[in-house]
């Protein structure tokens, strides 16, 4: 049974009716350009065929009632009387962004709904901002505001950042509200203008999950932040995005060793990223690959976010003659890698991965071949 089918089956059991609509919001994997959102940079990520979906029919009052299949749970809110988030449940990702969307201006209507998906929770595969974006594409449907991606992110970023805390940049919710099929997309995340470039011919994209699940990621997350906005300040620049390799290399024995680190990473990972859309419109999978790894490497030594596991699943498999490079992607700590590979044979190269991070781990992962999805859209009628 698919996602969309497993929303639409509880819908009709719980509420004794086809649902109005089915929304879905896809997860995403991001191919490089990590931990620069937050720092004005740039991020080239793709919306992956894994969503969040929401079969839902509009209420008369102002009451929304979400069922989750996944945290097998039943709860409700009124849209006048916003419950304060507490332990950040599933629910509260969509009170706040009905909240944001309220702060904003926008007249939302209530609604009634099943909310389930595919997006590993924890996995570094962003499921919060699938949810979020899934939320926010339910409350148009049956509210009267237009749809706007790029609004639509701001909001629900602010949602995180505002209702719930985590203090994340634009990435994940761009890139699930404005993904494109078969397309990944280079995201300014000062501007929010948006580039795309296809996967490099005869290549594939593979998601390495470490079948690991972050822990303590909010707290090193916001560290992470701030180090690298007192770094942005020492240089007098607003984001580290306006340091350029040449005034790092000249001024960079003025920081603390891990500022240093930390402001490299984003500085040479700005760099890469860019370089990675050259290479991607140029069908050149070589050079993406060497980018990827060369993240990886900054992304573990410099911003010290991996894990054994990662490195475990990431060095399998780039020690592959199949994949052309490999990098952990997501916030860190745990959850999955990203690898570039030959389509011919993938499924061989999936099984000899497999067998190399059993031996190295001990664990089990979960390897799957992914292609890149549209944004938040709605599926059903």
């Given amino acids: 049974m698919t996602q969309r089918e497993r929303v639409q089956t509880r819908f009709r059991a719980e509420f004794g009716d086809e649902p109005a609509c089915i929304v879905r919001a896809p997860g995403r994997v991001n191919l490089i350009g990590e931990h620069t959102d937050y720092n004005d940079g740039f991020v080239f990520p793709m919306a992956i065929d894994r969503a969040t979906y929401i079969a839902l029919r509009p209420r008369a009052d102002n009451k929304v009632l979400a069922i989750s299949l996944d945290m097998d749970d039943r709860r409700e809110f009124a849209l006048d009387a916003l419950p304060s988030p507490t332990e950040t449940k599933w629910i509260d990702y969509l009170v706040?962004?009905?909240?944001?969307?309220?702060?904003?201006?926008?007249?939302?209507?209530?609604?009634?709904?099943?909310?389930?998906?595919?997006?590993?929770?924890?996995?570094?595969?962003?499921?919060?901002?699938?949810?979020?974006?899934?939320?926010?594409?339910?409350?148009?449907?049956?509210?009267?505001?237009?749809?706007?991606?790029?609004?639509?992110?701001?909001?629900?970023?602010?949602a995180e950042n505002a209702w719930l805390g985590v203090q994340c940049g634009i990435m994940d919710q761009m890139i699930s509200a404005a993904g494109l099929r078969d397309r990944a997309l280079l995201i300014d995340c000062r501007s929010l203008e948006t580039a795309s470039a296809p996967l490099p011919p005869d290549t594939v994209m593979v998601i390495l999950d470490t079948n690991t699940r972050r822990g303590l990621v909010d707290s090193a997350y916001n560290e992470r932040r701030a180090q690298c906005e007192a770094a942005a300040r020492h240089f007098g620049v607003k984001a580290l995005r306006d340091v350029d390799g040449d005034l790092f290399a000249r001024r960079k024995q003025e920081l603390a060793?891990?500022?240093?680190?930390?402001?490299?990473?984003?500085?040479?990972?700005?760099?890469?990223?860019?370089?990675?859309?050259?290479?991607?419109?140029?069908?050149?999978?070589?050079?993406?690959?060497?980018?990827?790894?060369?993240?990886?490497i900054s992304?573990?030594?410099?911003?010290?976010?991996?894990?054994?596991?990662?490195?475990?699943?990431?060095?399998?498999?780039?020690?592959?003659?199949?994949?052309?490079?490999?990098?952990?992607?997501?916030?860190?700590?745990?959850?999955?890698?990203?690898?570039?590979?030959?389509?011919d044979g993938v499924e061989s190269f999936l099984a000899r991965v497999g067998a190399c991070y059993r031996d190295a781990t001990g664990n089990e992962p979960i390897l799957t071949v992914t292609g890149a999805s549209r944004g938040a859209e709605k599926i059903y009628p």
């Fill in 96 to 158: 706040g962004v009905a909240w944001s969307l309220q702060e904003r201006g926008y007249d939302l209507r209530g609604w009634e709904g099943v909310v389930g998906g595919d997006v590993p929770i924890g996995s570094g595969l962003s499921s919060s901002a699938a949810l979020e974006l899934t939320t926010a594409r339910a409350f148009y449907e049956v509210s009267a505001f237009e749809w706007d991606a790029r609004s639509m992110a701001l909001a629900c970023q602010a």
């Fill in 257 to 296: 060793p891990v500022m240093r680190a930390r402001a490299r990473h984003v500085i040479t990972e700005n760099e890469r990223t860019l370089r990675a859309r050259a290479a991607m419109l140029a069908g050149d999978a070589a050079t993406l690959g060497q980018l990827m790894i060369a993240s990886h």
């Fill in 299 to 343: 992304l573990r030594d410099d911003f010290e976010v991996s894990s054994p596991a990662l490195d475990a699943i990431v060095a399998c498999a780039n020690a592959d003659a199949a994949c052309y490079g490999a990098r952990m992607t997501g916030a860190g700590f745990g959850g999955c890698a990203v690898a570039l590979a030959g389509a």
